[in-house]
């Protein structure tokens, strides 16, 4: 049973009487802002039929598809937990992710849209109208990529997730009458808060898109009057160089949020001219859902030059070693490992891995990364686990995975391998197909190397590599 590994230290503050947990279950505070929904009840009445009780996982595979939606609200109105899976993972990741949550009921598309789905079965239940969760409930088990390479379930509670939704509308300033487009997956925190939690509090119309098509987003903007979309950056670059784009087509925007790897002042700037909306900078993480932004009332330099500021009650402190800590009523309560989350907190703050300043204002700027994560197109890469499905490999010997800079994904994933015999990006494409690694992992680039570059101390020299790759020496593009 997946139980909570860590203790918030303000605890007690965030429960008292006005605090920021002095909420209802998740479930109840949806239910209050948008009536019961009976498509929710039925889903929930079949879930709990199948087996599902409180503290139980149901986990599933899916693309955005509003059945996703659904399976997240049913399992809060149960007191159980969500365990999405990102939609592109391979069997072997599946397997793995799926010994940590050891759900009482899993789902694949074939169960949801296939012939004889059982879906259907389950959505047919008799309803549950009445909540069985409390505020204190785990809600999901949100999977990340660690600098280990296995895989780490980030607990959310469901207050924790209510007081973040809560906060976030305030902070971007959502009525009913906006509406978001979401591709980016529902298994991921940005997905989540923005195309379902969100929308939850606010009634507000979501659009899913399966995947991200840029001439198929347009259309969607213009016939869905959409106003608000957040997203990397690279959503909205392969957006403006789409064949089809016009101002016209992007009227309905009004607010654009983007975070991670490549939020430049110059893309802000870029994005704001060609979509003609508030575009602003977010910062957050799996662990912590965005705990910095800009607000309307904020002043547009500040929304450009930096990630923005905290957001109700979270704290930021900058280390000695450059790295950001912070701490807030929305950070979660531990990794599903006990092990995975003592290594992450320290005296109470989470331990971010990203290098930052802080100005006296609170204003926050990233100026790098400690982790040796490579961020493409808003996936998080773990460097570790590319390394280690190419040195499982016969031929390789050794490897060394980092990212190199990309105008449209953010990064893109180059080897450095030291093998018995050549070893070329086909073949590290065809073994990643082969050990069931998701495509977004394989490698773009593969450079053979003699040996690899090494510090003092004896490991991989990754900021030389890491040059190198930028440079674009000895690579063989895909």
Known sequence: MLRATYRHPRASTYRAPGGAWDLPSLDAVITAAGGNDAQVNALAGGLRAAGVRRHDVVAWQLPNWNEASLLFRACWRLGAIAGPMHHQLGATE?????????????????????????????????????????????????FTSGSSGEPKAALHSQRGLAHKALTMAVAHGLTPDDSVLMPAPLAHVSGLLNAVLLPGVVPMKTVLMERWDPERALS??????????????TFFVHLMAAPGFSTERVASLRLVSSGGAGVTPAFVDTAREALGARVKRTYGSTEAPTVTTSTVDDPPERARDTDGHPVAQCELQVAPTGELWLRGPELFVGYADAGQTRAAITRGWFRTGDLATVDPDGWLTIVGRIKDIIIRGGENISAADVEGT????????????????DDGLGERVCAFVVATDPFTVDDAGAWFAERGVARFKTPERVVTLDAL???????????????????????TPR
Do not use: C, N, W
């Not at 909540?131 to 785990?138: E, N, P, V």
């Not at 101390?457 to 040059?467: I, M, Q, V």
């Open 94 to 142: 599946i397997e793995r992710m799926r010994a940590v949550l050891e759900p009482r009921v899993t789902l694949f598309p074939d169960d949801v849209r296939g012939p004889g789905a059982r879906f259907a079965d389950l959505a047919d239940g008799s309803p549950v109208t009445h909540s069985a969760a409390r505020a204190s409930d785990l809600a999901v088990a949100l």
């Open 220 to 233: 969607l903007i213009a016939d869905e009057h959409i106003t608000f979309m957040i997203g990397p950056p």
């Open 390 to 405: 190419l040195e499982a490999h016969p031929r390789i010997r050794q490897a060394v995975a980092v990212g190199y800079p």
């Open 453 to 475: 570059p090494t510090l003092a101390a004896g490991k991989p020299d990754r900021a030389a590599l890491r040059a190198r790759a930028a440079r674009q020496v000895s690579t």
